[in-house]
């Protein structure tokens, strides 16, 4: 047989461990060793295009203790003796910036997906954030109370998280410079976070329990089973998350039902030290402990499968797939299984139609165990499919829906569709003569052949007591209360029988569909009006609610655009992210986003004037109060880095301190500068506990000073 063009995975071998592999802009690939020897590599060939080293060995690289920017410009490291974090320049080899205030050892390093800040976590549970522009520290994270594992960002970028020791994730919002969440485990220390799509993330602490999140609810969406091992490495595509383990194992779940897909995708004999996924060339990126860098294409086989599907060799396309799980979500394999629910349909509608030789030969190409069993279970179902006509048409309604309970798959056939279209007729009668106030007696007659029909004497008792509540229910349709309708259906079942139940539903889809034409002629008024009446259809109720409020949210930004209302516009900007995505609201966060970096340049050299004349604008909008806090706050910590490197008096630069602590408490930030200070005036007295404590989330622009030190 001819065989198509394979994709074919590849490997290349170093000397030590692979700690971290990252895709590049630039379409190659950065690969680091626990020597800290950096590679550049062509994604293709595997050659190695460019590198350097620094000279720091690593013995612990379970955390990440290395980071490069999205563009390779930029990498961070810990040093040797993890005393210290280190942020270079990849192109010039020279150091930019060093973290060197943990009490304590550094456990892990970051620069986010723009390649703005570079992230310090240490063992003392503190995170310390340089702006890479003027490599200054900028700001601090929420502490934990013990040492921080591991740290990672959202794909939009505006959500950094730290999984910790003391069994918490901290949910970080640096878009908006706020805390978002604290997510509690309550098992054992999380030691590998990973952010996912869909607004979730993943979590996996040391006792190998791993939970995926729902971060619009702050609650566990499932806890995933068949983690066994200790987990090295985690990384994840829309589809698939993979997990790298201490034994050598790469596990697949997929993430639409959180299903394990295979405990072993792939097994070496070395521990698993770093993944990355792809997305271009749908390759997972593989570095082991052993020094291996392994390229696989997680879709390997794909090519043949399609073969075997041209062939229409179906039951070797099952056999394939059966050790290669993902291949279940290709292009052919999706044809297979339509292919196959459409054969199972028409085989069906051959039994039923007595050809029973040419459901066979339909189905010949099925051959396999599993679907053996399930064509074998078809054609004893319908043994009986003749008695089942046979008793339809000598009116053995009894008989006949006995046999239909008993096989359900009859109740999918034109004669079974028949049998109730005579029911509903018949039931649709007798409840005119209800309403007429016939006697019961006639009605029970007219229905006879349904008696000992367990669910149709049910309804039929139900609707000679309750004659009066379809009447209710036809009222409250011309009325178009539907609240009161569906209330009706629910507490009396019976009323799903009759064919206003059959039109109000479509009436719910047909709405639903007008709906969606008025949205996108932006009818915004027309929209909410028939929201609110789709509101009451149970089917809809949540899907309707959540459009109302996007459509009023909508409204309300494009006028408070209109009006020049910011403070209204980036309210509602900061809440949704329908609105993030509009050409008003990407222009908003633009401007936003180019006068903060204006004023972080300001605030580097502690210019206050120059700020405000910046962010002016922003200062009575809420949403902004504490990005413009940090901005200030961080600029005052300058002027006091700035005295006390100048060797400005005791009195003067405590007095910094005092102020500073007044309008903003005490962060991370000033406390590591107050070591600083103490290190250099060692007869100081200050005790910044003692001192009266502002809070950042209570500072407004109107309590801002030139300087913090007077």
């Known amino acids: 047989m ?39 590599l062509d994604k293709i060939t595997l050659k190695v295009i460019k590198g350097f080293k620094t000279g720091i060995h690593h013995s612990w690289y379970k955390n ?54 570079f992230f310090s976590c240490g063992e003392d549970g503190k995170t310390f954030v340089v702006d890479i522009k003027s490599a200054k520290l900028s700001f601090t994270l929420p502490t934990h109370i013990d040492a921080i594992n591991d740290i990672c960002f959202s794909a939009n970028n ?73 987990v090295r490495a985690v990384t994840a595509n829309s589809k698939f998350l993979f997990l790298g383990t201490e034994l050598g194992y790469i596990m697949v779940y997929e993430l639409e039902n959180y299903a394990q897909l295979s405990r072993s995708f792939i097994k070496y004999n070395t521990p698993i030290s770093s993944l990355e996924f792809d997305a271009s060339s749908d390759d997972l990126i593989v570095g082991c402990e052993n020094g291996a860098l392994h390229l696989l294409y997680i879709y390997e086989g794909d090519k043949y499968l399609e073969e075997l599907l041209e062939n229409k060799e179906y039951d070797a396309m099952s056999e394939y797939v059966h050790t290669r799980p993902l291949l279940l979500y290709t292009k052919s394999y999706i044809v297979l299984s339509t292919i196959w629910e459409k054969t199972i349909q028409q085989a069906r509608e051959l039994l039923q139609n007595a050809q029973e030789d040419k ?35 000598k009116g053995n309604s009894s008989l006949a829906y006995s046999l239909a309970r008993k096989y359900p798959a009859y109740k999918e056939s034109k004669f079974y569709m028949l049998m109730e279209d005579k029911w509903k007729k018949l039931f649709a009668k007798a409840q005119k003569m209800a309403q007429e106030g016939k006697r019961k007696e006639e009605i029970f007659e007219l229905l006879s052949e349904y008696r000992g029909i367990p669910e149709k004497t049910r309804l039929i008792q139900e609707m000679v007591a309750k004659s009066e509540v379809f009447v209710r229910l036809k009222s409250a349709i011309v009325k178009k209360d539907f609240k009161v309708a569906f209330e009706l259906i629910k507490v009396n079942p019976f009323l799903k029988e009759f064919e206003e139940y059959s039109k109000l539903l479509m009436y719910g889809d047909t709405l639903y569909i007008t709906i969606s034409k008025a949205i996108d002629t932006r009818d915004i008024h027309e929209s909410i009006k028939s929201l609110r009446v789709l509101r009451d259809f149970p089917d809809y109720e949540v899907i309707a609610k959540k459009m109302i409020q996007d459509i009023e949210s909508q409204g309300q930004f494009f006028k408070a655009v209109d009006d020049g209302d910011l403070n209204k516009a980036y309210t509602l900007l900061a809440k949704s992210e329908l609105l993030e995505n509009t050409q008003a609201g990407q222009k908003l966060i633009k401007q936003w986003q180019n006068d903060l970096a204006l004023a972080e340049v300001y605030a580097i050299n502690s210019d206050i004037l120059a700020i405000d004349g910046v962010l002016g604008d922003y200062k009575n909008i809420s949403s902004k109060q504490m990005s413009l806090a940090r901005i200030y706050a961080w600029t005052y910590i300058n002027q006091i880095e700035y005295a006390i490197v100048h060797n400005k008096e005791k009195n003067y630069i405590e007095k910094g301190f005092k102020n500073y602590i007044l309008n903003f408490g005490i962060d991370d930030h000033i406390v590591s500068t107050f070591e600083i200070y103490k290190k250099k005036y060692a007869k100081t007295k200050l005790n910044l506990d003692a001192l009266k404590k502002g809070t950042r989330a209570m500072w407004r622009p109107s309590m801002r000073v030139k300087n913090i030190l007077k």
């Open 359 to 393: 459901a066979k030969q339909l189905l010949s190409n099925f051959s396999s165990p599993a679907k053996k069993t399930i064509i074998k279970k078809m054609f004893q179902e319908y043994a009986e499919f003749g008695k089942f006509v046979l008793d339809i048409k």
């Open 64 to 117: 990440a203790i290395v980071s490069f920017s999205n563009d390779g410009n930029y990498f961070a490291t810990v040093s040797q003796e993890a005393k210290i974090s280190i942020l270079y320049d990849s192109n010039t080899k020279k150091t930019i910036a060093k973290v060197q205030r943990h009490q304590g050892s550094v456990s892990c390093v970051a620069i986010d997906s723009k390649g703005k800040y």
């Open 2 to 40: 001819f065989m198509k063009k394979q994709k074919i995975n590849k490997s290349k071998i170093f000397t030590d461990p692979i700690i971290y592999t990252k895709n590049l802009l630039n379409g190659t690939m950065v690969v680091v060793d626990a020597k800290t020897t950096i590679r550049f």
């Open 158 to 230: 505006q959500l950094v998280a730290t999984a910790s020791y003391d069994k918490q994730i901290s949910i970080f919002n640096f878009a908006m410079m706020m805390p978002v969440a604290r997510l509690k485990t309550n098992a054992a220390p999380v030691m590998k976070i990973h952010f996912l799509s869909e607004n979730r993330l993943f979590s996996v602490d040391k006792s190998g329990s791993a939970i995926i999140w729902d971060l619009n609810t702050k609650r566990v969406i499932v806890r995933l089973d068949g983690i066994h091992d200790v």
